[in-house]
């Protein structure tokens, strides 16, 4: 028998320029489960761009929110 789930994937990428100081990543399964992670990729770029980084981060986040916040409207 087949079993099919739905879910919602969300990525992003903190950026200076043309460098990727890191990536952001979220899973939200179809029961509002919410898996999500972040990867520095460049620790100097980090350290050189913290701000930059932290507010992505947070813009990420509050996408996520949205998503959420949309399905329970559903």
Known sequence: MLSVSKSVNLTGSSMTEDKVIGYFSANIDESGGV????TISDMELYAQNKS???AD???F???VDAVLDKREGD
């Open 52 to 54: 930059t980084y932290r």
């Open 57 to 59: 981060r947070t813009e």
């Open 35 to 38: 898996s999500c992670s972040e």
């Open 61 to 63: 986040n509050n996408m």
